[in-house]
C-alpha cells in the first residue's frame, strides 16, 4: 500500500462526519462519495509537486512495544 492510498484512506474516513463541516449539506456523503472526494484529493496533491512522496510504499506498521 502507498503512501497515497493510506492518505486517501484516512481522508474518507474523516469525511464520514463531513455534514458537520460543510455548510449546506443536508446529508452526508455516501462511502462512494467520500472515496472519490479522497481519490481527488490525493491526485491533486500529486500534481503539485508530491514532495509528500505519495508513490512510494507506506512504512509498515511496529507492534507496539511491551
Not at 18 to 40: M, N, Q
Request: hydrophobic content about 35%.
Amino acid at each position: 500500500m502507498t503512501k497515497g492510498e493510506v492518505l486517501g484512506c484516512a481522508v474518507a474516513f474523516a469525511l464520514r462526519r463531513s455534514r458537520k463541516i460543510v455548510r449546506g449539506l443536508k446529508e452526508g456523503l455516501t462511502e462512494d462519495e467520500r472515496y472519490v472526494v479522497a481519490d481527488h484529493t490525493v491526485a491533486q496533491l500529486k500534481e503539485r509537486g508530491d514532495p509528500w512522496r505519495l508513490n512510494e510504499e507506506a512504512p509498515a506498521a511496529k507492534p507496539p512495544s511491551t
